[in-house]
Every structure is written in structure tokens, then in C-alpha cells.
């Protein structure tokens, strides 16, 4: 599926980091794939790059149509394993967010059925073996008080 939308708004954005001109291309380009895997329709993106020590921290936010805003972050030494790391954290959420859209479960008409008549099967045969108690409950707990 690809993206609906030709030029969607993606922002790679860094205030410390120095990202050149191939990671926001890199950054772009991953971003629409799995928009396009997932839904189809970007409406925003954003990556945010910080540096912490001699790690990177990498945030990644994504909006599909009129879904909440999905945020990924991860923390590496490589500035492109911490955005992919981040970007999967995110794709997760989407193909989540997916799953519990689609409708794909069968209906359980017997679950169905018992919810409206207001009785479970269970609870009739448990009435049934309270109605006829053993013979043997009386021997049984003299035993155990002795």
C-alpha cells in the first residue's frame, strides 16, 4: 500500500547533532515505508536526534489519518541503529493500532446465546450435585475431627 499523500509532513530535526544531508533523506524515506505498509495515510512526522554522552537518543513520532500520535525512542552509540530501533518501537504501535481495527475475529454465537439467556451450562450442573448431597459427608468429617 503506498502513502496517500505525495509530499507528507516529515521533520528531522536535530538542535546538538550535525545530521548531514543522508540521514534526513535515510529518515524520510523508512518513515513513508512503513506508513505505507501500515495505513497509508501520514499526516506528520517528526525524528528528533539528541546527543547523551557518546550515545544518540533518537525520537521518532508518527500520526496515521485520525490516529493518536505513535512515539518511538531508543538510545546507541550509532545515530542509524538508534532511528531504526525507535522507528520499529513506533511501527509496533502502528501494526497494534492495526490489529485492533480490523475486525477479523469470528463472532462467538455460543457465547452469544448464553449471554442472552442469562445461564451458563456450568451453573446447572453444579445445582444438580447440590441438590443430592453424598451419603458419606457425615463419616467424612468425624474423620477429619478426630
Same mark, same amino acid.
Given at each position: 500500500?503506498?502513502p496517500?499523500?505525495?509530499e ?12 548531514g ?12 515505508? &512503513?506508513a505505507?505498509?501500515y495505513f497509508?495515510?501520514?499526516?506528520a512526522?517528526? &525524528? ?7 550515545t ?8 496515521m ?21 525507535a522507528?520499529?518501537?513506533?511501527a509496533?504501535q ?28 456450568r451453573r446447572?450442573?453444579?445445582?444438580s ?10 463419616g467424612d ?6
Amino acid at each position: 500500500m503506498k502513502p496517500d499523500s505525495t509530499e507528507p509532513n516529515i521533520l528531522v530535526q536535530s538542535s546538538a547533532v550535525d545530521l548531514g544531508d543522508i540521514f534526513p533523506e535515510y529518515a524520510k524515506t523508512n518513515i513513508n515505508q &512503513v506508513a505505507g505498509k501500515y495505513f497509508g495515510h501520514l499526516s506528520a512526522a517528526s &525524528v528528533y536526534v539528541t546527543r547523551e554522552g557518546i550515545t544518540y537518543r533518537c525520537t521518532v513520532n508518527m500520526q496515521m489519518g485520525a490516529l493518536k500520535m505513535m512515539t518511538g525512542e531508543a538510545k546507541n552509540k550509532d545515530l542509524y541503529a538508534a532511528f531504526r530501533a525507535a522507528l520499529q518501537k513506533t511501527a509496533k504501535q502502528l501494526r497494534r493500532s492495526k490489529r485492533e481495527l480490523r475486525e477479523d475475529k469470528a463472532a462467538r454465537t455460543d457465547k452469544d446465546m448464553l449471554l442472552r439467556e442469562g445461564t451458563a451450562p456450568r451453573r446447572t450442573q453444579r445445582r444438580s450435585e447440590e441438590a443430592a448431597p453424598a451419603a458419606n459427608d457425615e463419616g467424612d468429617y468425624r474423620v477429619a475431627a478426630e
